[in-house]
């Protein structure tokens, strides 16, 4: 039973760590991505990513073929 209390301390304290991290990290982009050639660049750039991921899941290349 001290192996489970010791496992849900940790799981508590790493999730208030992510949540911590998540919310600097949300404040930092918000300062940076209030420039609007910046906040462009980036949605871009997100975009780019988000459909070479797409392409990389469904294999596009090899259905082609």
């Known amino acids: 039973i001290f192996e489970i209390i010791y496992f849900l301390i940790f799981l508590t ?3 208030f760590m992510a949540m911590t991290l998540w919310t600097l990290f949300g404040t930092v982009i918000q300062r940076v991505l209030g420039n609007t050639t910046l906040k462009n660049l980036f949605n871009y750039l997100m975009a780019a ?5 797409a392409v990389s899941i469904l294999n596009i290349p090899a259905l082609i073929q």
């Open 13 to 15: 304290i790493l999730a």
């Open 49 to 53: 990513l988000l459909v070479f991921i």
